[in-house]
């Protein structure tokens, strides 16, 4: 009797436990090399009875984001329109009916095809080794040049370039120019969120911790929890109707964010959830240069600027818009002989819009290119011993061209600029630049 009523138990509570079992993904193919892969399948497998699985990517698209039914869902998963190695976090979730949900975890790695230039021997048989993979040989020309077709994974920072020309052989290394990006996936489960409270699931690389990231909240707390991947437990507020999560990696600008709604407390019988609100944009970056500017003579003075950049939404947010309002100020003292003293001072408050692009990242590091064009409204105030002073103003164009070094410290990155400007202030009595190269120090907040 003790057996019969024991193997009646386990009958009872098997389909639970079988439905919540983390699901099994397979990936055709596993890994994408781009500009020859344009989409991997992907199969997930796990218990009949489950829930609908939830897709989310670090980058790329799935064409169906939520498959219910069966013990096979098919989602097919197009890869960003890229060019450099990258490494792309796939993250597959079923709601289990208590506790955190069961999370699957799929990371294709992004080839980029690129031909690297060698320099050797004329007539070396030409290798290049990289993460294990060779390409090649090639044959050198009559000046020692070979072009080799390699693919580059993420990360990879190097290559070895292996020579032959009869029993001569080298082996050196040359550096690759690989952007530093590490992303992240998260999601908040389950859609929608209980008033009771839900889970964020933040994933990247295998040994990503909660240690390694902040994270922005609206409308929620979180608390970590053990376990992997990495585990929140979310309440939301008491008045929210959305909760929105940002994580982003300490001292680094890679970024994942994840929005649900939150059941409303209605009386109707059947609970509906509000309609999904789209992805709430980027708050505004505030910076602030103070510096100096040189263009020969008594062209020279102070320069102040003040500005608000807003991170575009393409090509992984490398390309940011900004708006700037300035002060100029440059004066000249003068004697001449038999009249007496002279004093022109020039006052402007240039007004530039223009870009940023990310053009190298290490670290906390970051160095960006700036473009950028506008007005000068500038004013001219003359006085002297021998003459009526006089002040006129005009209106002038402005432009500029500037490198950018940032070193992040959390929110606050301090800022060193060298540029080049183009500014004149230009009347019938004056003739002045208000450009020529400068300098500045700062610092740039981002929320």
Known sequence: MRLLFVLSLAFVLLPGTAAAAPPEVRATPERVVLGQDAAVELEVRLPEGAGPVHATASSGSFEQQVVAGGASRKFRWTPPDIKYPLLAVLMFSVSAPQGPPEVAVVRIPM????????????????????????????????????????????????AHVLATRGSLKTDRVVKLEVPDHRPLV????????????????????????????????????????????????????????????????????????????????I???VVAAPPPVAPASRKLALHLLAGAFFAGGANRGPALAVGVSHPLPFWQERLAAELEVGVRSASLDATIEGFGTLHSRVL??????????????????????RAGAGVLPFQHEVSSDFQQGFDESKLAP???????GAYRLGRVSLLL???GEYGPAQTARLDAQLGGAGVCLGVRYEP
């Open 348 to 369: 402007a408050g240039p007004l530039l819009a223009s870009a940023r692009l990310t053009v190298l990242q290490r670290s906390a590091f970051t160095l960006y290119g």
């Open 267 to 269: 009386a109707a019988p």
């Open 111 to 158: 080839l980029g095809r690129t031909t690297l230039p060698v320099t050797t021997d004329p007539g070396a048989e030409v290798v290049i080794e990289i993460a294990g993979a060779r390409f090649g040989p090639v044959k050198a020309d009559r000046r020692g040049r070979a072009q080799v077709p390699v693919e580059v994974p993420p990360a990879m920072k190097e």
């Open 417 to 419: 600029e060298l540029r």
């Open 186 to 265: 998260a999601m908040l489960s389950p859609e929608p969120l209980p008033r009771s409270g839900g889970w964020l699931v933040v994933a990247g690389e295998e040994s990503l911790s909660a240690a390694d990231l902040e994270l922005s909240t609206e409308g929620a707390s979180v608390e970590p929890q053990a376990g992997a991947p990495v585990r929140y437990r979310v309440s939301p507020a008491a008045d929210a109707k959305t909760v929105s999560v940002e994580a982003r990696r300490r001292e680094a600008r890679d970024t994942a964010r994840a929005q649900a709604s939150v059941m409303q407390e």
């Open 398 to 404: 402005m432009a500029f061209l500037a490198a950018q």
